[in-house]
């Protein structure tokens, strides 16, 4: 059984601390993993970015390119359960301390990767890195501030996430624009290097030390069986067109099916021997949460998809500079974050259910309006004429990811609460991955092999608009999908409006 409050280990200051030094340091620590889940935030959005411009400086191909950006999303979401877990049990301040070490170490790699196997691989240590950092963040929260104070907290994450969904792109644009000492996009990792050797200092003084009592154990083997099985999915898909799709892939992609059954029957003996599973299994025979679970997939798929062929169609197909193209997605950030405040605070609690439908509705229908305004004005599109489908879609994602883990996580009993979360936001990111992987398929493989100079943007536009025809079709699977959430969310589950975007995980909470 798990409890609802997470308990502070001997060594960690008292959540309710009298006003003082204990007040200064709490406030301190929060600062510190704000600015961790900050550098995450930001690192994401700051590659998308910079993606042509390392394609171009570092001679990358297009299967490296979606790989610099889903190996991070793959290591991510194979270590974000394991990673609380290991904070639960060793300490959650030492685990921090350790993943943001790592996370600035693999930050430095990728700037100063010799080519672009080098960046890949650094990207995927910056990703699992990550997933140790990440979840300890709303962990350490929930131990160092009282129950009374977590509101003001999770509002000031809300604040951070938008902020980083503003500023990411913006930065990553200026940083690749100004070249800064000749070298081209490698400041968009070097700047993660002095904010990680600060906060590193800081938080060995401020942050107190909690464990949970009685953590759960380890599943390394569902680590394994998951990684294994999305690599067996992904890595085809990626490279296939290149190959010229050989034998091998497709049995490689069936044979991550059978992998995938292996991981639910290990599960199901590993509940029974131990009851510490990567995956509660248990969770899945509440209607709303596997709905919901298979939501957070597609979800992640449309958004993988659409957010690294939206940054080709601009850089590469119209020729665009990383500033302009970022700047053309300033509308899109700031309405995602001002729908995202307004679906939480005044719509759900109103018309529950319904505002996620519309949500999905609404993105899909600012994609239909991009695909029509693409096609309309060709490779003589204007930054002003994108922002109308922009602010629509922006919308209808800000309707989706603030109010979607509370629907999802609704009626599922409270003791199970913090595995589900840590799930929920675990194949959000695995569908991310495997979206990324579909780009070879829906967007490259709509692009002939030798093109001309001419043929070059029209091509990329023609293909954007295909792929954002599938993402269309997700946005409606995803709003068939929905009807099984319930109609309004039975209860509040603390912290999850900031889980679901940020991609963290709720403290483990035992009793």
């Given amino acids: 059984m798990t409890s609802t409050e997470t308990t502070l280990s001997s060594t960690a200051e008292p959540a309710d601390a009298p006003a003082g030094s204990a007040d200064r340091r709490r406030w301190f620590a929060l600062a510190i993993v704000m600015t961790a889940a900050f550098m995450d935030l930001v690192d994401v959005t700051i590659v998308n970015i910079a993606i042509p411009s390392i394609k171009q400086d570092a001679g990358a191909s297009f299967s490296q390119i979606q790989w610099i950006t889903a190996g991070y999303a793959l290591a991510f979401a194979a270590g974000l359960i394991t990673g609380g877990r290991l904070g639960d049990i060793h300490g959650r301040k030492r685990l921090f301390l350790i993943g943001i070490a790592g996370f600035t170490v693999a930050s430095a790699l990728c700037g100063f990767a010799a080519n672009p196997e080098m960046l890949v691989a650094s990207r995927i240590l910056q990703g699992a890195m990550a997933a140790m950092m990440v979840p300890q963040v709303l962990s350490i929260v929930h131990a160092t501030f009282p129950a009374h104070e977590r509101g003001k907290v999770f509002g000031l994450f809300g604040a951070i996430v938008g902020l980083g969904a503003v500023s990411g792109p913006l930065l990553g644009a200026l940083l690749t624009e100004w070249n800064l000492f000749g070298l081209e996009w490698r400041p968009i990792f070097l700047i993660n290097l002095p904010v990680g050797v600060v906060a590193l200092f800081l938080g060995r003084r401020f942050i107190s030390e909690s464990k949970a009592p009685r953590a759960l154990k380890l599943d390394l083997v569902g680590v394994a069986l998951v990684t294994l099985g999305l690599l067996m999915l992904l890595y085809p898909l990626t490279r296939g067109r290149e190959l010229g799709w050989p034998v091998w892939g497709y049995v490689s992609m069936a044979g991550a099916l059978v992998v995938f059954a292996v991981l639910v029957a290990y599960e199901k003996r590993k509940t029974a021997r131990d009851g510490s599973p990567l995956v509660e299994l248990s969770l899945f025979k509440v209607k709303s949460f596997a709905a919901g679970i298979a939501v957070q997939t597609v979800f992640g798929v449309g958004l993988g998809v659409f957010f690294l062929v939206w940054t080709l169609y601009m850089q590469v197909g119209l020729g665009w500079s990383p500033l302009r193209a970022g700047l053309t997605g300033v509308p899109f950030s700031i309405a995602v974050s001002a729908a995202a405040g307004m679906s939480v605070q005044l719509l ?164």
């Fill in 348 to 511: 759900v609690p109103r018309f529950g259910r319904k505002v996620l439908q519309a949500g999905a509705l609404a993105m899909a229908l600012g994609v239909l309006l991009y695909i029509w305004e693409s096609d309309r004005y060709g490779m003589s599109i204007a930054s002003w004429q994108m922002a109308l489908p922009l602010v629509v879609m922006g919308a209808g994602m800000g309707f989706i990811v603030a109010p979607l883990t509370d629907a999802v996580l609704s009626e599922v009993p409270r003791e199970h609460s913090g595995s589900a979360s840590g799930l929920i936001n675990t194949v959000q990111q695995m569908g991310n991955a495997l979206g990324l992987g579909l780009v070879s398929v829906l967007f490259f493989g709509e692009i002939g092999d030798r093109l001309t100079a001419a043929q070059v943007g029209p091509a990329f536009v023609n293909a954007f608009q295909h792929a954002l025809g599938w993402v269309v079709a997700v946005m409606v699977v995803i709003y068939l999908l929905m009807f099984a959430l319930p109609k309004r969310p039975a209860q509040h589950v603390e912290g999850a409006d900031v889980g679901a975007v940020t991609g963290e995980r709720e403290p483990e909470l035992v009793g």
